[in-house]
C-alpha cells in the first residue's frame, strides 16, 4: 500500500489565487513527521515545512502552512497569495517514527503551475 | 555558506559500465542521504551517511554502494549500469544524522544508453 498519496498530478492555479496541495498518508506509528519539498525545473529539493504528529498547531513557514488533520491522516500544503516563481513540483513525504533510522518516504509529486 | 554541490551534473554511460558520483555536504553538516529519482518510481531512498558509517538503507541492489570520507564528502558507485538506473540521483545533507531538514544538491543526471 501507497504510505503517502498526492492524488493530484497537476494543477493550474491563476497568480495570488491560494493553492492547496493534497496529500493523505498511511501509518501505524503514532509517532511520525511530514514534509513538503519543492523541485523547481531546476531539480533542487527545497524544503517548505514540517509537522510532527504530536505538534499540536499546525506548521506556519512564511506563505506556506501545513493543513494536518490527524484523524483523516492528511497533510495538505496551502500556499497563500500564489506567485509565478511558486511553478514547480511539490512533494509530500513522510519519517514514520521518531527513531532518527527511519527513512522518509516521498509521494509521487504534483505539479504545479501558476498563471499570469 | 556554500550549499550542497554534486559532481557531475551529467553523465552518460552504456549498460555494464560503472558509475561514480560525488556530493560534498554544506560546511560542518556530517550527514549524506542519497536518493534515487525516476518518473516512474518517483524519490527513492538509497542511503545514509554519517562520520563515514552508513546508518541506513533503502531497498536497492547491492550494486548501489556508497561511502563517506572524513571531510563528510560523500561518493555513490552503481557497478554493472543497467537501463532502468537513468534517473536523477540526489544527494542531501543535514547537520545530524536523522534530522528532519535536509539540504538538497542540484542532483546528478545519469543516462544509461
Known amino acids: 500500500a501507497q504510505k503517502i498519496t498526492q492524488t493530484q498530478p497537476g494543477m493550474f492555479v491563476q497568480e495570488k489565487e491560494a493553492v492547496t496541495l493534497d496529500c493523505t498518508y498511511d501509518?501505524?506509528?503514532?509517532?511520525?513527521?511530514l514534509f513538503w519539498y519543492k523541485q523547481p525545473s531546476s531539480g533542487e529539493m527545497i524544503f517548505l515545512i514540517y509537522q510532527g504528529s504530536y505538534d499540536q498547531q499546525n506548521a506556519t513557514e512564511g506563505r506556506y502552512s501545513l493543513n494536518f488533520q490527524k484523524a483523516r491522516k492528511s497533510a495538505n500544503l496551502v500556499i497563500s497569495a500564489s506567485q509565478l516563481g511558486d511553478s514547480a513540483m511539490y512533494f509530500c513525504?513522510?519519517?514514520?517514527?521518531?527513531?532518527?533510522?527511519?527513512?522518509?518516504?516521498f509521494g509521487k509529486g504534483t505539479r504545479l503551475h501558476i498563471l499570469p | 555558506k556554500a550549499g550542497v554541490t554534486q559532481t557531475p551534473r551529467y553523465l552518460i554511460k552504456t549498460r555494464g559500465q560503472q558509475v561514480t558520483l560525488s556530493c560534498s555536504p554544506i560546511?560542518?553538516?556530517?550527514?549524506v542521504s542519497w536518493y534515487q529519482q525516476t518518473p516512474g518510481q518517483g524519490l527513492q531512498f538509497l542511503f545514509e551517511?554519517?562520520?563515514?558509517?552508513?546508518?541506513n538503507k533503502g531497498n536497492f541492489p547491492g550494486r548501489f554502494s556508497g561511502r563517506q570520507f572524513s571531510n563528510s564528502r560523500s561518493e555513490m558507485n552503481v557497478s554493472t549500469l543497467e537501463l532502468g538506473d537513468s534517473a536523477l540521483y540526489l544527494c542531501?545533507?543535514?547537520?545530524?544524522?536523522?534530522?528532519?531538514?535536509?539540504?538538497f544538491g542540484p542532483g546528478t543526471r545519469l543516462t544509461v544508453l
Open positions: 560546511s560542518g553538516h556530517r550527514s
Open positions: 542531501a545533507s543535514s547537520s545530524d544524522w536523522g534530522l528532519n531538514e535536509q539540504f
Open positions: 551517511y554519517f562520520s563515514e558509517t552508513q546508518r
Open positions: 513525504a513522510m519519517r514514520e517514527g521518531m527513531n532518527r533510522d527511519d527513512k522518509i518516504i
Open positions: 501509518t501505524s506509528d503514532p509517532s511520525y513527521g
